[in-house]
């Protein structure tokens, strides 16, 4: 038997919709970027992602089923992002969902969209086995997650300021990159030098997990003040790759400290920094040195996305673990 849900994702700046069959056959995947619209602010702008949100959500979700090749009548189910996010942008990716499943009496599952980031890899290796050490590094959060079973998370380390795709963000904006930052800064960061300007890594008091970025991103724009002011031409390449070695280095010396207390089965990578190549492979080759297994999803599932989001939502069906039409947008929801 066969089991097809619908996904949708609208709780930043990306409308997406995806068609998932059992939890790993991705049929479509379906993304609006609203990039264009918040370049020119270097930042998501919350009342007019949710209006463009509006006007993408439809022909998003029919892309998805027509792609797909797919009916409304065909799904069995429907998997949407509820928190946490931008409310004004949720809202709009529950009220669709709801209302396709409340017409096609189908079941609603509301789904947890840093859950639907560690999910990603699932739906790349359905048998993923537990327990599972997961870095979740997005625009908004970086948190360090022991998974010992599908749904149960103990939350080992976290940001206590900025996120990493958050300091790749303002990184980018005083270099004068554009955004979204990180994929701009993998970019020029090819062609620097990361060892020519070392920058400052903050570890914290000894034996924590948690990270801090900020003191890394004011000590690359007082490098740049600095220098401007001091009339020295700037390698931009090389402050980037300064910068990226900085915020991986940190990541990763993490992330093995945690799996060496506790000994996870796989490490797993999630969320849009996740989509940076120099990360996925220094952990993969200082993780395979000490003996553990890394997955790492394709970038386009790293990054914001509806298929992750129906994969979380599978196995939730698989437990009938359905949730009711009354659902709200939840900004704050924690893991
Ligand atoms: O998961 P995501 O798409 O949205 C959130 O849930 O926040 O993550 C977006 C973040 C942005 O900060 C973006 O700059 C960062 O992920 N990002 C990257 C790369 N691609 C996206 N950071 C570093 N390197 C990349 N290649
Ligand atoms: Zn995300």
């Known amino acids: 038997m066969s089991v097809i849900l619908l996904g949708v994702e609208t709780s930043c700046d990306e409308t997406a919709a995806a068609v998932v069959e059992n939890g790993h056959l991705v049929r479509s995947n379906t993304i609006a970027s609203q990039f264009d619209l918040h370049g020119k602010f270097g930042g ?8 463009r949100h509006l006007e993408s959500i439809n022909p998003v979700i029919r892309q998805a089923l027509e792609e797909a090749d797919v009916s409304f009548r065909d799904l069995d189910g429907v998997a949407v992002t509820y928190g946490p996010g931008l409310a004004g942008s949720l809202l709009v990716g529950l009220m669709a969902a709801k209302t396709i499943a409340y ?15 560690i999910y990603a890899n699932f739906l790349v290796a359905p048998d993923l086995p537990f327990p599972l050490l997961c870095l979740i590094v997005s625009g908004g959060h970086t948190d360090l997650v022991l998974i ?39 970019k020029l960061a090819r062609e620097g030098d990361p060892e020519a300007v070392p920058f400052p890594r903050a570890y914290l008091e000894e034996g924590t997990l948690d990270f801090s970025f900020s003191g890394l991103k004011t000590a690359v724009i007082n490098y740049l003040d600095r220098a401007r002011r001091e009339g020295r031409k700037v390698a931009e ?3 980037a790759a300064g910068f990226q070695e900085a915020v991986v280095g940190v990541l990763v010396d993490k992330v093995l400290a945690a799996a060496r207390v506790h000994r996870p089965a796989r490490i797993l990578l999630a969320g849009g920094v996740a989509a940076n190549r120099v990360l996925a492979r220094e952990l993969e080759r200082r993780a395979a040195a000490e003996g553990f297994g890394v997955t790492v999803p394709p970038p386009v599932f790293c990054t914001d996305n509806a298929a992750m989001v129906a994969c979380a939502g599978y196995y939730r069906y698989l437990h009938g673990d359905s949730s009711p039409l009354t659902l709200n947008a939840l900004a704050g929801l924690g893991l």
């Open 44 to 51: 998501v702008v919350p009342e007019v992602a949710s209006r």
């Open 103 to 117: 017409a096609l009496d189908i079941p609603l599952f509301g789904i947890n969209h840093l859950e639907a980031h």
């Open 148 to 186: 010992t079973r599908l749904g149960e998370y103990r939350l080992l380390g976290r940001t206590r300021d900025d996120a990493a795709g958050e300091a790749f963000d303002k990184v980018a904006r005083v270099l004068e990159l554009g955004y979204p930052g990180g994929p701009l800064i993998e």
């Open 237 to 239: 390449a090389d402050v």
